[in-house]
């Protein structure tokens, strides 16, 4: 069984899920964390823009394609990934949305709440966006996926930096045409 790569932040009202969520990963989902930023629960008080930085960038870089973010709530840690060049973070409490996120939006990054969901449904929630993946061959989620791609150059303004290491998901590996 191949090992898995992913990226796991937090702030530190988060910290104590994620140190939860990082032992399950390891040893029940075969995850190798590759990013963590936040060490200590005082290392995460108002990290969120680096450990925004440090996570999104790395995915950009190809050093992972996945990453879980844990705080109180999940949404201003989507909000600030969500400004980087092809991140698609998105926001959960629930499985459905969950999975929905990977599924429709090739999601990246999972965000979730340390004050909204407790421990074994978050592990619930973590599994429903990670053991289904999006389907390239689902046509309208594909072009779903390209109208967010031309969205984010063309009205954001945004362009693709020079460090991005690989298609971040808009298309199956191998297939981007550039």
């Not at 995915?59 to 989507?78: E, H, P």
């Not at 990934?81 to 991140?87: E, R």
């Not at 074994?120 to 929630?125: F, L, N």
């Amino acid at each position: 069984m191949s090992v898995n790569k992913i990226a796991l932040g937090c702030d530190n009202v988060g910290f104590d899920l994620k140190e939860q969520i990082k032992k399950y990963l390891i040893e029940e989902k075969n995850y190798e964390v590759v990013i963590d930023p936040v060490q200590k629960q005082e290392e995460g008080y108002l990290a969120g823009i680096r450990v925004a930085e440090e996570m999104c960038v790395g995915i950009q870089k190809d050093v992972c394609r996945l990453g879980l973010y844990i705080c109180g709530t999940g949404l201003g840690f989507s909000t600030m990934a969500n400004k980087y060049w092809g991140i698609r973070a998105a926001h959960a409490s629930d499985c459905y949305t969950a999975q929905r996120a990977r599924q429709s939006l090739n999601a990246q990054i999972l965000c979730i709440g340390s004050r909204v969901l407790p421990f074994e449904y978050a592990k619930m929630v973590i599994d429903a966006f990670l053991d289904k993946p999006f389907d390239f061959a689902r046509q309208s989620s594909v072009e779903n996926l390209q109208m967010f791609k031309e969205h984010e150059e063309k009205i954001l303004g945004r362009e693709k930096p020079d460090y991005v290491a690989w298609s971040m998901g808009y298309y199956e590996d191998g297939k981007e045409d550039e």
